[in-house]
């Protein structure tokens, strides 16, 4: 059984970088064809795909979004994280960690969420 | 604005069928495959649906799910309190190489 766990910081100031890390068991996030990411969603609001990552170092991001994301992985604690820089009011959220199936060549689909973690943005 | 469009509530009584529409274009359900997530308040989306009709390990066969040309349904048939929830519809989209979902389809049984 998959699992993924989100952790960081429930409070961040405007304009600074909200960092979260997703811990993963039962699968690998080094190994396989899983894409391993993030999705958010607005207290009250549908869901938001922020980018996902692979192993292999491929990546893809929510255009609104790219210029201010970064993922990364560390392997030795199969462990991926998200930064996000300049963080305003918008970015208050419940953020998901995700894992992104592989079906088969270039058929993926999320599978896989966290519990999520409301980050809330506030001076 | 959701670049996928679902209605933003249904409803139905026990015991009925409650289809879900999602509406996209060519880039993203007319190209790629359609994934339907059940989500209660307070918890994490939860995989009902993926490759437009696949249910996975323990979803009962209640759930079904669709596609045509541009669009995708969900339809749960015997309709139980326990449905009450938000269903969300999601595809790939070649244009914007990203996720994208529809806003969300909240399901009252009355």
């Known amino acids: 059984q998959v699992q993924l766990q989100e952790s960081g910081p429930g409070l961040v100031k405007p304009s600074e970088t909200l960092s979260l890390t997703c811990i993963v068991s039962g699968d690998s996030v080094s190994s396989g064809g899983s894409y391993w990411g993030w999705i958010r969603q607005p207290p009250g609001k549908g869901l938001e795909w922020i980018g996902y990552?692979?192993?292999?170092?491929?990546?893809n991001y929510n255009p609104s979004l790219k210029s201010r994301v970064t993922l990364s992985f560390d392997t030795s604690k199969n462990q991926f994280s998200l930064k996000l820089s300049a963080v305003t009011a918008a970015d208050t959220a419940v953020y998901y960690c995700?894992?992104?199936?592989?079906?088969?060549?270039?058929?993926?689909?999320?599978?896989?969420w966290g519990q999520g973690t409301l980050v809330t943005v506030s001076s | 604005q959701s670049v996928l469009t679902q209605p933003p509530s249904a409803s139905g009584t026990p015991g009925q069928r409650v289809p879900i529409s999602c509406s996209g274009s060519?880039?993203?359900?007319?190209?790629?495959?359609v994934f339907w997530y059940q989500q209660f308040p307070g918890t994490a989306p939860k995989l009902l649906i993926y490759?437009?009709?696949q249910r996975p390990s323990g979803v009962p066969d209640r759930f079904s799910g669709s596609k045509s040309d541009t669009s995708a349904s969900l339809a749960i048939s015997g309709l139980r309190s326990e449905d009450e929830a938000d269903y969300y519809c999601a595809a790939w989209d070649d244009s914007l190489s990203a996720w994208v979902f529809g806003g969300g389809t909240k399901l009252t049984v009355l």
């Open positions: 060519t880039s993203n359900i007319g190209t790629n495959h």
């Open positions: 490759r437009n009709s």
């Open positions: 995700a894992r992104d199936r592989k079906y088969d060549y270039n058929d993926y689909g999320v599978d896989y």
């Open positions: 990552m692979h192993h292999s170092g491929s990546a």
